[in-house]
Structure formats: structure tokens, C-alpha cells
T-cell receptor, first 112, second 114 residues
Framework: GDSVTQMEGPVTLSEEAFLTINCTYT??????LFWYVQYPGEGLQLLLK?????DKGSNKGFEATYRKETTSFHLEKGSVQVSDSAVYFC???????????FGAGTQVVVTP | ETGVTQTPRHLVMGMTNKKSLKCEQH?????MYWYKQSAKKPLELMFV???????ENNSVPSRFSPECPNSSHLFLHLHTLQPEDSALYLC?????????????FGPGTRLTVT
């Protein structure tokens, strides 16, 4: 079945550092891929998405490229801020009904 | 503001109580979902409704009873819960049949069972 694997956290880094969160997937079809972010005390918010190979999703300085050859969708940001501290979830959607398969989530802590 | 609202935001209930969680979406979607998010555990999909019909129940105990009276509203009725049911319950909606159609989440209900 479909699955998503993302790096375990917590990831702790200083403000203005470069952030990478690895995400790989297995799927039988051609899934759409997503990154969601959850700030403390809130629900999940869509951060970015990509629907086909080589697509790059971007939002708020975050980027991720859909790599079919490596079945990956790694999240990157060049210079993080304290306000980026949150839990980040990688997810895929491989059917027309909209059900998502989530990774376990990666907590990111950014210190001043 | 994602267009999905949940009430109440916080709920404390005893094991013998009966309560309900409510979710409403203003996005015109036809699929709605209940998730359970517990500390240190992955997000768990509980129920899926498509066009008001339940299409998935992931072996959820019968003390959780969902109801979807129309495509905009989703309820989760709770009775005789256990302390391990304490968690954040998230509702989401999406539009089925749309390539790349993402789910939109509500803020969640923080449930504590005493």
C-alpha cells in the first residue's frame, strides 16, 4: 500500500539556518504530494503541493520538488525564522476520492 | 481561517458522559474526514464521508459514532469514552475527483477524558 516516510525530529536549528526535511514515498500510481504545517495549538495548514513529476511547490519561502526517480519530496527553506517552529507533515494522495496518507511528522524548533 | 470550523475547541468529559463534536465547512466540498491526533503517535484517519455516505471506517471503536447529515456538516458522537481517547480530534474536507485537491483542516477539538 501507499506510505510516506519522513525524517524523525525534533530538528533544532538557529534562526537564519538552512532547513531540509526529507520525505520519501511509495505509491502504485501517480500521486499528488503535499506538505502541511501544524503550529502549536492549531490544526494542519497546507503549506505547498505538487501534482506531477518535476513540479516545484513553493510558499512562504519553503520549496519542495516532486522527484519521481527518487520518489522524494524534500522540504527546504533557505533561512528559517523562530516563527517557523512547528510540526511539518508530508502527505500523498493517490486516489480520486481525496484520502491522504500522512508521514509521522517532523517537529522543527528554531532558536533565536 | 481555512473555511472549516470545529466546536467546541476544548472539551473535558467523564467516562460516562455523552457529548458531540461538530464540524462545518464553507468550501462547497463533498468529502469530509475525522482524524485523531495523539501525542507521540501518527495522525490516525478515523472516518471518511463522500457525498454524505460513509466510505471508510478504520476499525474505530463503536463508542465513536459519526454522523453526516449533509455535505457541509459532520458530527462525532462520543459515549463511554476511555482515558486513552484523550487527543486532538481534527476534521477536514476536500473535493473528491479533483487531481491534487488538498484537504482543508479545522483547528481541532482538544478532548480530555477524565
Amino acid at each position: 500500500g501507499d506510505s510516506v516516510t519522513q525524517m524523525e525530529g525534533p530538528v533544532t536549528l538557529s534562526e537564519e539556518a538552512f532547513l531540509t526535511i526529507n520525505c520519501t514515498y511509495t505509491a502504485t500510481g501517480y500521486p499528488s504530494l503535499f506538505w502541511y504545517v501544524q503550529y502549536p495549538g492549531e490544526g494542519l495548514q497546507l503549506l505547498l503541493k505538487a501534482t506531477k513529476a518535476d513540479d516545484k511547490g513553493s510558499n512562504k519561502g519553503f520549496e519542495a520538488t516532486y522527484r519521481k526517480e527518487t520518489t522524494s519530496f524534500h522540504l527546504e527553506k533557505g533561512s528559517v525564522q523562530v516563527s517557523d517552529s512547528a510540526v511539518y507533515f508530508c502527505a500523498l494522495r493517490d486516489d480520486s476520492w481525496g484520502k491522504l496518507q500522512f508521514g509521522a511528522g517532523t517537529q522543527v524548533v528554531v532558536t533565536p | 481561517e481555512t473555511g472549516v470550523t470545529q466546536t467546541p475547541r476544548h472539551l473535558v468529559m467523564g467516562m460516562t458522559n455523552k457529548k458531540s463534536l461538530k464540524c462545518e465547512q464553507h468550501l462547497g466540498h463533498n468529502a469530509m474526514y475525522w482524524y485523531k491526533q495523539s501525542a507521540k503517535k501518527p495522525l490516525e484517519l478515523m472516518f471518511v464521508y463522500n457525498f454524505k455516505e460513509q466510505t471508510e471506517n478504520n476499525s474505530v471503536p463503536s463508542r465513536f459514532s459519526p454522523e453526516c447529515p449533509n455535505s457541509s456538516h459532520l458530527f462525532l458522537h462520543l459515549h463511554t469514552l476511555q482515558p486513552e481517547d484523550s487527543a486532538l480530534y481534527l476534521c477536514a474536507s476536500s473535493q473528491p475527483g479533483t487531481k491534487g485537491g488538498e484537504q482543508y483542516f479545522g483547528p481541532g477539538t482538544r478532548l480530555t477524558v477524565t
